[in-house]
Nanobody
């Protein structure tokens, strides 16, 4: 059974850092693209970053480029999103997503709040 579990969210001051984790089970995430998305209240869900399966190439939205870094630990079957220089506009629920054998799977989300 495919499952994705996010963790690492919380409350952080502007300029601070957080590292989100997306732990996968039921499949080897190094064979599939994994994406991080976020959704703020009243806004549509937006793609923040993703990492390809085999090649490991990455993508970042313009809003997070230079501040966020996506990485993967194959031994732990986990994808990370290191977030630095956080801004209040980064406040949202963050989700990871995998597309496995034509099906889309989402985690339950983790709340990130950037506020002083």
């Amino acid at each position: 059974q495919v499952q994705l579990v996010e963790s690492g969210g919380g409350l952080v001051q502007p300029g601070g850092s957080l590292r989100l984790s997306c732990a996968a089970s039921g499949f080897a995430l190094n064979s599939y693209a994994i994406g991080w998305f976020r959704q703020a209240p009243g806004k549509e869900r937006e793609r923040v970053s993703c990492i390809n399966g085999r090649g490991g190439s990455t993508y970042y939205s313009d809003s997070v480029k230079g501040r966020f870094t996506i990485s993967r630990d194959n031994a732990k079957n986990t994808v990370y999103l290191q977030m630095s220089s956080l801004k209040p506009d980064d406040t949202a629920v963050y989700y990871c997503r995998a597309q496995v054998h034509g099906y889309e799977y989402w985690g339950q989300g983790t709340q990130v709040t950037v506020s002083s």
